[in-house]
């Protein structure tokens, strides 16, 4: 099982860390395809009824865009330094307009976002330079909302073992548990959790696991061997043996602050 999560305020400054950081585009078709989106009722809890104003920071291909533009009277900006993942973005969220930026710089202007949302990426940023942009962009009381979707653990034994294959070796597992790093301009954290399953196929298990950055960083072969162990895990785990589909406990982590 997983330990304690690393501190991103150390680890962000490691060329191990920045390398995966930006490794994702290289494994583009498999994220769009496999990463889950977010529970709506998580995306709810994100974002107030009155904003108006979303920033999606990190939007990647859209995992969680697609929930925020489904909230009423709300507009939203995906900032994406990748540009791979931000053309499939733009290509399956039209109306969303998609920037290129980053976390530390997103070239948006002073007061221009009532909340700043951010999916699966935080532990990625510099928290502080970070957190100081995010406050530059939010508006008076705006909102800094983080949330992580997680495989949860101690729920399936087999899901269990798909755990502990895909997070063998990896030794920036973002499993996250403890509170996200920020800088002092924004807090204290409010923090909710929603647990769901999602039903996967046999190949949506391991294009999963193909869209982990521990894996895209992998030398080949590495990464076909591990690989070639979520096929066999569905192939000979009790639980999966014969089904053409079965359920993977989440839990999605929430976490939102305002500017002080």
């Known amino acids: 099982m ?9 680890d962000w400054r490691s060329e191990l860390h920045r390398a995966r950081s930006s490794s994702f585009g290289r494994s583009v078709d498999a994220y769009a395809a496999a990463r889950p989106s977010y529970p709506a009722e998580a995306v709810r809890w994100l974002v ?4 108006r104003d979303v920033v999606d920071l990190g939007a990647g291909t859209g995992k969680l865009t697609a ?3 489904t909230l009423p009277g709300v507009r939203v900006t995906a900032v994406e330094p990748d540009e791979a993942m931000r053309a499939v973005l733009a290509g399956a969220l ?3 307009t998609a920037r290129a930026g980053t976390a530390e710089a997103t070239g948006l202007p002073d007061a221009s976002a009532d909340v700043v949302a951010v999916g699966q990426a935080w532990h990625w940023f510099d928290p502080l330079p970070a957190t100081t942009e995010v406050a530059r962009v939010l508006r008076p009381a705006g909102r800094l ?3 992580w979707n997680v495989v949860l653990e101690g729920d399936t034994d087999w899901a269990d073992a798909y755990f502990e294959i895909v997070h063998r070796g990896d030794t920036l597992d973002y499993s996250r548990s403890s509170d996200p ?3 002092p301009e924004l807090g204290p954290w409010e923090r909710a959790t929603f647990p769901w399953r999602r039903t996967v196929r046999p190949d949506e298990l391991r294009a999963l696991a193909a869209s982990r950055s521990h894996l895209i960083a992998m030398a080949p072969d590495a990464r076909d061997a591990l690989l070639s162990e979520v096929d066999a895990l569905w192939r000979t785990h009790p639980d999966l043996v014969g089904r053409a589909s079965a359920e993977l406990p989440y839990v999605t982590r929430c ?3 305002t500017t002080r």
């Open 94 to 96: 039209p109306q969303v």
């Open 2 to 10: 997983s330990g304690p999560a690393p501190d991103p305020a150390q």
């Open 255 to 257: 976490w939102r602050a």
């Open 48 to 51: 107030p009824g009155e904003a």
């Open 145 to 147: 909302s983080l949330v």
């Open 67 to 69: 929930g925020l533009v």
């Open 181 to 183: 790093v920020v800088g």
